[in-house]
């Protein structure tokens, strides 16, 4: 048994090793794995006491590692090393012989010529035996020191195996023979920990697997649990695709390649890569990046989408004269869509008809059973129709270049009344041209002493319908965020980010209807319905019903409340998840209607779970 | 280890050590005065009392006794510990082209040797005559310890010596001593220059019964002790953290290594002056003859240098009798043609 006790190591001022602590019994095949300078080489160098760790102890068999003398070490545990270079001509068979030197005084004994023998036969070397050392390959010399390190500790039953990177340098059928072994003794007692590279091998031969990050123990567990994207994509920042045999139960991961065009990184080569128009560069880095998806690469490439959407034009992308009224009231003919509402952490896709179109001095508003919209037209800039292969679809964007709101045809879209949609708004002039970026400046948050704090709570304490709390911040000059924080007693409360998943989760499981607000500067698009297949994976929260998706990620999420507001028709509660700027991600109400109260299951749920 | 393998190993034992002894009797007979080795053997015969009838010239029994003995069995002594020293400390260096020089004994005898015979008459006057002729001897073996002490001190990081420090500290050890000598020699007038240059080319022309007597252990425990650390010094080969993970401690054998070799390098210097090439090239044919394992290296060394140095002594000896040659000019100049050959037909297992 061996007990890792939250081991650091620093030197220099570097932190190499930060509080690690795991513990590996005899049986297990532990893999270490974590990208180059993740501090593996550093951690076997402490298991195997090249070095004294700053802090923590490790603990072999109950007994610190330090009270241990060489000689009881070396009859416990050995080490192959990543690096191993013989500087004479020693043969084959004298350095596998080193390996028993803790053995015998003078001259090999039986059991250490059997020893030599054994281990020379499984590590494929007796052909070498008589060999220099100096003759033999990187992956050959590798195979004789693996037969050493093996024979140093043929005749225990419970020792413990330390290889770092032992099959660097190997040809495949011994990095399987190596690895083969270390597991063949693992089951028979041993306790191995070795640093591997290769993620597919390790997955394969480890029982267990402990990813370092930046000298952190970041997972610890079963290849199945522990190799998963977006593990892998945190240590490595690799992109990669991970599946588990079903019948063998061996994970694989198949990492995506690179592909990098030298004229981005070699200035020599630049000339053809600059000269290159942007749609060049679109269409490289998309074969580069198959699965990025467009908003991705516009930052990538630190432009905006719209204009990487318009080196299309001509081709699969139209730019539509910006009658947007005009083009939005044709969209009912379309009939079954699916609507697009997006800001930087949250994405609302709504299936449905988008019907009853009316205009009111504020916005245009699509008050359909399905698809429910408040669209503010005024930053409605550019429109677009997409068409490529089946995928058909109308999107706006504003003065920026951000989009704003898209609509996508399904399979039981009209789709003859789009073609003749996008016929008719066709703009003349389809060339590209440049949007400038629009630069944001948030109003600075006023001071509270100039806010009247006591108007303000008497306003919102006498609110008749919710809708009046966004003229209530203009009338106060308040920003979102300092309205809540300067919120009545019992208006708004901050919550955990957790409330949020287990509200929904709540919601799901109880089927109580909600209604979820996403928006952005031109749009607001709420889904009013039940919830119900719950899908988070990694740090994206997301909803997949066959009508309604939603994809929220949570690191965007700055803080969470709970906000009351009072209506005619009693208490309106909220759940509201604000990014780091105050601005609104997401906003979930119980589905209600006016002149109705609010669902007393809705209030259940919050009440039960906001913590 | 293989059964071939261990075999040709004791026909070189046996082969040096027959070798080594057909050049103490055939040295013995040779020199200015020729004693026939039929005579040799019957002196040698007469003295053990196995023989005692056979009776010989008493002239040839004194020659042999108080002359030539004496000598061919320091010849003996100084070739064993160089051989074996040099096996050892090319070790310890993981490097093939290491010998004891480079951790500064010979510079820091040499120094100490210059400096005696050089400011013999304004320092060490009053000195010299109360220790005589031993004043030469013991201040080069201090000179060997001290600069192999330094050169240890300053390798030492972490409390660990290091050997890639410690070949730095040793070639800048080396180069003060250097320098120190040079200083002193561009002093000395015409007599000590004639001294120095001799002392520099070594010569076992000291060799009496009372220098042989009091190198003899210096020379002795080395040559016992140094093969106990072969496993050890083995194992330095694949390196060091390997070696501390079969169970040993890497610097305590570095530690012991380097004194048991000054020790004898050191003792040996300081009676004969430096004698050359016979550390570094003594090693390489034994291992290019029998293999790399200290186990075997270390003794054959030991047994290869008396054999060399012996033979090497009386070709000083005789070449241009009754001028006696430096033996280091014997030395290099036998040496460096059997290295040639080597290196060229065999340069890849040489080097590496």
Redesign the interface.
């Known amino acids: 048994m061996l007990r890792v006790e939250s081991v650091s190591y620093e030197t220099g001022n570097r932190l190499l090793l930060k509080d690690i602590s795991f513990s590996i019994k005899g049986g297990e095949m532990v893999a270490i794995l974590g990208a180059n300078g993740a501090g593996k080489s550093t951690l076997m160098k402490i298991l195997c006491r090249e070095k004294q760790p700053t802090a923590g102890r490790v603990l072999f068999d109950g007994k610190d590692l330090r009270e241990y003398s060489a000689k009881e070490m070396a009859a416990k545990r050995a080490t192959l090393y990543q690096q191993n270079s013989v500087t004479m001509a020693f043969t084959v068979q004298e350095v596998v012989m080193m390996g028993r030197y803790g053995h015998y005084s003078s001259n090999p004994a039986e059991r250490d010529l059997r020893a030599m023998q054994e281990t020379m036969e499984v590590c494929g070397i007796n052909y070498l035996a008589d060999r220099s050392m100096l003759t033999l390959s990187g992956g050959e010399q590798q195979r004789v020191h693996l037969a050493r390190v093996l024979a140093q500790l043929w005749d225990n039953k419970e020792a413990l195996l330390l290889l770092d990177e032992p099959i660097s340098g190997m040809d495949l059928q011994y990095q399987h023979q190596t690895l083969a072994i270390a597991a063949a003794l693992a089951s028979k007692g041993f306790m191995v920990i070795s640093v591997l590279h290769d993620i597919n091998l390790a997955a394969q031969y480890a029982d267990r697997i402990l990813m370092l990050k930046g000298g952190r123990k970041w997972w610890d567990g079963s290849p199945m649990e522990v190799l998963t994207s977006q593990h892998i994509y945190t240590a490595f920042a690799v992109h990669a695709q991970v599946e588990t045999d079903p019948k063998t139960l061996i994970t694989h991961v198949v990492p995506e390649g690179v592909l990098l065009n030298a004229g981005t990184f070699n200035s020599n080569m630049a000339i053809n890569y600059n000269n290159m128009t942007l749609k060049e560069k679109y269409q490289a880095y998309q074969q580069a990046h198959p699965k990025k998806r467009i908003l991705d690469i516009a930052k990538d490439f630190n432009i905006s989408e719209a204009q990487l959407l318009m080196t299309g034009l001509g081709d699969q992308v139209t730019l539509l004269r910006p009658e947007m009224d005009n083009i939005l009231k044709q969209v009912e003919n379309l009939g079954h869509v699916m609507a697009l509402t997006r800001n930087e952490y949250c994405v609302n896709e709504r299936k449905g008809t988008y019907q009853n179109f009316s205009q009111t001095p504020h916005a245009a508003l699509f008050l359909g059973e399905d698809i429910d919209l408040r669209l503010f037209l005024s930053k409605w800039k550019l429109a677009f129709s997409v068409s490529e292969g089946d995928n058909n679809s109308l999107q706006f964007f504003d003065e920026s270049g951000n989009a704003v709101h898209k609509i996508y045809l399904t399979g039981q879209s009209d789709k003859e009344n789009f073609i003749k949609l996008v016929a008719h708004f066709k703009a003349e002039q389809q060339a590209f041209f440049e949007i400038k970026p629009v630069l944001k400046t948030n109003r600075p948050e006023r001071r509270d002493a100039e806010i009247d704090i006591q108007g303000f709570h008497t306003a919102w304490n006498t609110m008749k319908d919710s809708h009046e709390f966004f003229g209530l911040l203009h009338r106060f000059g308040l920003n979102r965020m300092q309205a809540l924080r300067l919120a009545p007693e019992g208006r708004a409360m901050q919550m955990s980010l957790e409330s949020f998943r287990r509200t929904i989760a709540h919601c799901a499981v109880n089927e109580v209807p909600v209604m979820i607000f996403t928006g952005n500067e031109g749009c607001i698009q709420i889904h009013t319905g039940s919830v119900k297949n719950l899908a988070p994976t990694g740090s994206w929260f997301n909803v997949l019903d066959p009508e309604f998706n939603l994809h929220v990620n949570e690191d965007g999420v700055s803080s969470l409340w709970h906000v009351v507001k009072p209506s005619t028709d009693g208490d309106v509660n909220s759940l509201e998840l604000y990014n780091k700027d105050g601005e609104v991600i997401l906003q979930v109400f119980g589905k209600r209607k006016p002149g109705i109260p609010e669902l007393e299951t809705w209030r259940e749920a919050l009440a039960g779970i906001l913590v | 280890?293989?059964v071939e393998?261990s075999f040709k190993k004791k026909i070189i034992y046996i082969s040096l050590s027959a070798g080594l002894l057909l050049a103490i009797l055939f040295s013995l007979g040779m020199g200015a005065m020729k004693i026939p080795v039929l005579d040799v053997l019957a002196i040698f015969l007469n003295k053990t009392g196995l023989a005692a009838h056979i009776t010989v010239d008493p002239m040839y029994e004194n020659v042999l006794q108080f002359v030539r003995l004496p000598r061919v069995l320091l010849g003996l002594l100084v070739g064993a510990a160089l051989g074996i020293s040099g096996s050892a400390i090319q070790?310890i260096f993981?490097?093939?082209l290491a010998e004891p020089g480079l951790i500064g004994i010979s510079a820091g005898a040499s120094f100490m040797a210059v400096s005696i015979i050089g400011l013999e008459f304004v320092l060490f006057a009053g000195l010299g005559k109360v220790l005589g002729f031993y004043l030469l001897a013991f201040g080069s073996f201090a000179g060997a310890g001290i600069a192999a002490m330094l050169v240890y001190q300053l390798s030492k990081t972490d409390g660990k010596p290091n050997v890639a420090t410690m070949l730095l500290a040793g070639i800048a050890i080396n180069a003060l001593a250097g320098a120190l000598t040079g200083l002193i020699t561009y002093l000395a007038d015409e007599q000590q220059l004639r001294t120095i240059t001799f002392w520099m080319l070594g010569s076992l022309g000291g060799a009496n019964w009372q220098v042989v007597n009091s190198l003899f252990p210096f020379v002795l425990i080395p040559v016992i002790c140094l093969p106990f650390y072969s496993?050890g010094l083995?194992?330095f080969?694949?390196?060091e953290?390997?070696a501390?993970?079969?169970?040993?401690?890497p610097g305590r054998i570095k530690a012991r290594v380097v004194f048991l070799a000054t020790l004898a390098v050191g003792a040996s210097v300081s009676v004969t002056g430096i004698i050359g090439f016979v550390g570094l090239l003594v090693p390489h044919t034994i291992?290019l003859m029998g293999?790399?394992?200290h186990?075997f290296v270390l003794p054959a060394s030991a047994l290869l240098g008396a054999l060399v140095l012996t033979l090497s002594d009386m070709l000083a000896r005789t070449v241009a009798a009754p001028i006696e040659l430096p033996i280091g000019v014997i030395t290099a100049l036998l040496g460096t043609p059997v290295f040639l050959y080597i290196l060229v037909k065999d340069k890849?297992?040489i080097l590496?």
């Open positions: 280890m293989g393998g070790g993981r490097n093939p496993k083995n194992l080969a694949i390196g953290h390997q501390e993970q079969i169970g040993l401690n291992r293999g790399v394992d186990k890849k297992k590496y």
